[in-house]
RNA sequence: GUUUCUAUAGUUCAGUAGGUAGAACAUCCGCUUGAUAAGCGGCAGGUCGUAAGUUCGAGUCUUGCUAGAAACACCA
């Protein structure tokens, strides 16, 4: 006879090769058909909801490993929160106005189009983006309404966004004020950081004196001084033309200056460029005569080299260094963002005596109409003239050029709008301040993300939200023809735009029939309407406005925000000030923040540098769920690290995966839960013990790692569980009950029970992470194909009585398992056993031990996976390993004195008659 | 340059209140051939980025340095 046909040998239709490349994109295909996320809110209604709110990802490109990382996170999340009971929504969202779609419309169709048509080519390109991108994230298994995502360029989107800059306005929020931008002359026009490229460029280099006309200065200084002499501060330029815009000089607070006597009069340098300064000139005698620190010189006042009415002081600036010039920074306000910036602090006057043709207007003495170039030289010959020159250079230094003319820009201050940090509102608060008391109840993910937001709130500048662009969203105001005030109506006004808005796009503003008349505003004649856009972070800091409170399904405040790292400056700042300036608090209750994608150096990946790993490669090659266990197997918090190795290491770790589960689903292939279900108090005692096992993991994994967001450390639990647990322990010595009891004996039923346990519980752990691999062993376990995870919830993992004690109890015997297993490797080495079957145990156990040991009985050697087990009492533990003398049974391979004493089975033991022609053996133990 | 971080075996990660460094995977060796392009066992791998300091004692606390990341700024 032959035995092998009476032993358990399953199969399953599930492959042990993934495969995944080539079948998830199948998988995809039925989940889309089977309209997935829709039927889930079904499910879900009447939960309660966990909303995280998706952060826009900018329109432009295909996908990168960035964009892979942030969703799968957000997937991750999603499907972790619904299989906790929660109703969770996810609608993705695309940010789609802003420069670099404008710029890649002007590339593809030149710059000289209609203003309407070139937006209609923005909106256009801008929506084809998105379905490429949105291909893309499918592909990743990305759970959500991708038929309904958000688009900042929605009509309704863009008609809420300016609803909420009204907000802000009737908030008390809206300035208008000044501010250098980059300015191109040959564009007429303000540029972007973006288009903006440094180039050389020879500048006249020039050292100005300026007279100090408070003879107090010398008080600042100890030693012996000649209270008769001058002081004259000196100052280097390289950009002569901005001294008639000077406001101030600037020194550092903590810079040591010293009073040079040189030409009969005395100099004020910074200490450690006294030699450098001097040696301008040939041969100048001179002496340091004082020392002081630039903190003291603060307020001290100064006359301008060459308009004599005005006087400008001394003031402190953390920009000022000693690297070159003289320690002494010239200060134009209109001219450059740190002098501006210093300038906001000391109240200077932001005087912007340039126009928009780049030439001096025509109020302006000495240089009225000359072009800022012309008016170097014209500088320097003023100064000259007035003996406030010391001397003057060249040099070759890095500017910044118009990308389109290659021509020099300038720095120059024009009007724009101000969302203001330091204005009190009406409850007296200042944005600043609610921004800060919003982030004290904001819990952060990891935690120094607070204080990385909070050092930026504390330091930022007023938000100057104004463009000058085409494809935005419009401020849709009137200002006053000349005073430029707002008009009084401005909120109703705007509400009347906005509805407009709502039915034809952002194009009813530009619309020229659209004027202050038509909409019959108070005195339109006095009022023009702003051509400027609004900064394209404030469509995406909106949308807690203009998406989440708008979508029923949605709620704002959202649970959670969830981006990379760098939106502390973008996004979750943008969202936290349009939220308090809006609502008066942040619009998310937590964040969490993931670092960047980098090599396995720690290096970021970039082209240039060729170590960049594409996601559309990745899951051609391994498949979308090796990339989602790599996402969730790195520590997020830091950078994550990716290269071929660690890629291999991942699908290592998916394969051994799957075989857990392959092995599960094929030796359930004959049991069905409802027929054969062995009731809790008769299991085997080792099944109890997984389930307690079980139940301990599924705790962890489910109430501690996912609920904190601690993804890696979820996989790193649920892997050592597959590989020590499961694989080093209860499937390796189930696997004689398993093939060689009775099919459908107590003792196989049993353990056949705990895996069914096991397979739900795993599958549904793991569908957060494994979607794809998830949802094939579920439509296998449940048998059914249109059945997804999705639809329940963590699994009920039964609760055994005795918990503690069978935990120690088995725990004693997994410790002395090591043991043997050493020992039984010791004579393996030795030759003297192969297959540990061929073994027999003595035991010396200590009493405890050997009372745990007993209770066992016989079923102690399918513990140990040896051939027969005796124990003995004694003092200290200790094993000893026999090859046994008995024969092989032929269809258990345990080598048992029984085999042969049956005349009719004369191959195999009695165990294995009983379980072939009897009623099954009985399994109490293991 | 400033701010906020990171740095533990080949790889991914643990390391809780400072007390002789852990796991999994991979490598290597062996067993098995009834999870088989699988499974099981065993050995080996680290001066915890670096240098000081505090301490009886530091991966763990302090400071400097180096390398890397993000954001911001700058070249007057």
């Not at 006249?204 to 600042?220: C, E, T, W």
């Not at 997994?814 to 079957?837: A, F, P, Q, T």
Request: charged letters at 25%; hydrophobic letters at 35%; aromatic letters at 10%.
């Amino acid at each position: 006879m032959d035995y092998k046909n009476t032993v358990n040998l399953l199969e399953t239709e599930f492959p042990m090769r993934g495969d995944l490349a080539k079948r998830e994109p199948l998988m995809l295909d039925k989940w889309y058909k089977e309209d997935r996320y829709n039927k889930l809110r079904k499910k879900c209604k009447g939960r309660k909801k966990f909303i995280l709110h998706d952060g826009p990802p900018y329109a432009n490109g295909d996908i990168h490993l960035g964009h892979a990382v942030n969703k799968v996170l957000k997937d991750i999340v999603v499907r972790s929160k619904t299989i906790a009971g929660f109703d969770a929504p996810y609608v993705p969202g695309w940010d789609c106005h802003g420069l670099p779609i404008e710029h890649k419309v002007e590339k593809d169709h030149g710059k000289n189009i209609p203003a309407k048509e070139f937006r209609e080519k923005c909106r256009k390109y801008a929506k084809e983006q998105v379905e490429i991108q949105k291909k893309g994230f499918k592909r990743l298994g990305i759970l959500g309404d991708w038929e309904n995502p958000y688009l900042t360029m929605d009509y309704k989107v863009e008609a809420d966004t300016v609803r909420a800059l009204g907000e802000i306005y009737k908030n008390g929020y809206l300035q208008s004020g000044k501010k250098p931008v980059h300015w191109c002359i040959e564009c007429g026009s303000a540029l972007a950081e973006a288009e903006v490229e440094y180039q050389d460029k020879v500048s006249p280099a020039i050292f100005v004196k300026f007279k100090i006309v408070d003879k107090n200065i010398f008080k600042a200084f100890n030693g012996s001084i000649d209270n008769n002499l001058d002081v004259y501060a000196i100052i280097w330029t390289t950009t002569p033309w901005t001294l008639p815009a000077n406001q101030a000089i600037c020194v550092g607070h903590d810079i040591q200056y010293a009073l040079v006597k040189a030409h009969n009069s005395y100099l004020l340098i910074a200490k450690d460029l006294v030699e450098s300064v001097i040696n301008q000139k040939e041969n100048v005698d001179h002496e340091i005569v004082a020392i002081t620190e630039g903190g003291k010189l603060e307020g001290f006042k100064s006359q301008h080299p060459f308009y004599t009415d005005r006087i400008v002081p001394i003031i402190l600036g953390e920009h000022v260094t000693t690297d070159t010039g003289t320690g002494i920074v010239h200060t134009a306000p209109a001219h450059g963002i740190e002098d501006y910036q210093v300038g906001l602090k000391y109240k200077l006057e932001i005087h912007n005596p340039v126009g928009d043709d780049g030439s001096f207007i025509s109020n302006t003495p000495l240089f009225a109409g000359l072009k800022v170039w012309a008016a170097n030289a014209k500088v320097i010959e003023t100064l000259d003239e007035k003996q406030a020159l010391w001397s003057q250079s060249k040099l070759n230094h890095s500017y910044p050029h118009c990308w389109r003319h290659k021509t020099p820009l300038i720095f120059r201050a024009t009007s724009q709008w101000f969302i203001s940090m330091d204005v009190a509102n009406h409850a007296g608060k200042t944005l600043r301040k609610q921004a800060l008391e919003s982030i004290d109840k904001t819990g952060f993910s990891p935690s120094w993300g607070r204080a990385r937001l909070e050092a930026m709130i504390k330091n930022r500048p007023d938000w100057c939200v104004s463009r000058q662009r085409n494809w935005g969203t419009p401020m849709t105001f009137f200002v006053h023809r000349e005073t430029g005030e707002l008009h009084p109506d401005s909120y109703t006004i705007l509400e009347q735009v906005a509805q407009k808005i709502e039915n034809s796009g952002i194009d009813a503003w530009f619309d020229p029939e659209l004027t202050g008349e038509s909409l019959h505003i108070k005195d339109a004649v006095n009022y023009r309407k702003l051509t400027d856009t609004i900064d394209v972070w404030f469509d995406s800091g909106a949308t807690h406005f203009s998406v989440l409170k708008r979508r029923e399904e949605l709620l704002s405040p959202a649970d959670l925000y969830l981006e990379g790292s760098d939106q502390h400056r973008g996004w979750f700042q943008s969202s936290l000030l349009t939220g308090c300036a809006i609502n008066g608090r942040a619009p998310y209750n937590h964040l969490l923040t993931h670092g960047f994608t980098v090599d396995e150096n720690g290096h970021k990946m970039s082209k240039s540098k060729g170590n960049g790993i594409e996601p559309i490669e990745i899951m051609n090659q391994y498949g979308a769920d090796i990339l989602r266990l790599w996402v969730a197997s790195s520590d997020y918090s830091g950078e994550l690290s990716l290269s071929n190795e660690i890629l291999k290491r991942t699908a290592d770790n998916y394969r051994r995966i799957r075989n857990t589960l392959r092995f599960l689903l094929a030796n359930l292939a004959d049991f069905n839960f409802a027929n054969d279900e062995v009731k809790l108090d008769d299991l085997v005692e080792v099944d109890k013990y997984a389930l307690i096992r079980l139940h301990s993991v599924q705790d962890k994994v489910v109430n501690k790692l996912y609920a904190s967001f601690q993804f890696h450390l979820a996989i790193q639990e649920l892997v050592n569980y597959c590989s020590e647990d499961l694989g080093g322990f209860y499937l390796d010595i189930l696997k004689d009950r398993l093939y060689t009891s009775k099919a459908d004996c107590h003792a196989r039923r049993s353990c056949q029970t705990v895996l069914y346990h096991l397979t739900k519980s795993l599958a549904l752990m793991f569908s957060p992470i494994l979607c794809f691999t998830a949802d094939e062993v579920w439509e296998t376990i449940q048998n059914d194909k249109s059945d997804s995870t999705l639809y329940h919830t963590y699994h009920q993992v039964p609760v055994i009585h005795d918990s503690e004690m069978l935990q120690y109890k088995w725990g004693q015997i997994e410790e002395l398992r090591v043991i043997i297993l050493k020992e039984l490797e010791n004579k393996r080495v030795e030759g003297v056993i192969g297959s540990s079957l061929q073994a027999d145990l003595v035991i010396k156990a200590e009493e405890q031990l050997f009372e745990i040991l007993s209770a066992l009985g016989n079923d102690l050697k399918f513990v140990y996976m040896v051939s027969s087990v005796v124990i003995e009492k004694a003092t200290t533990t200790d094993v000893t390993v026999i090859p046994s003398s008995n024969l092989k049974c032929e269809r258990c391979w345990h080598y048992s004195d029984t085999v042969g004493s049956n005349h009719e089975h004369n191959t195999i033991c009695n165990r294995c008659v009983e379980n072939v022609v009897g009623n099954g053996e009985i399994r109490q133990f293991a």
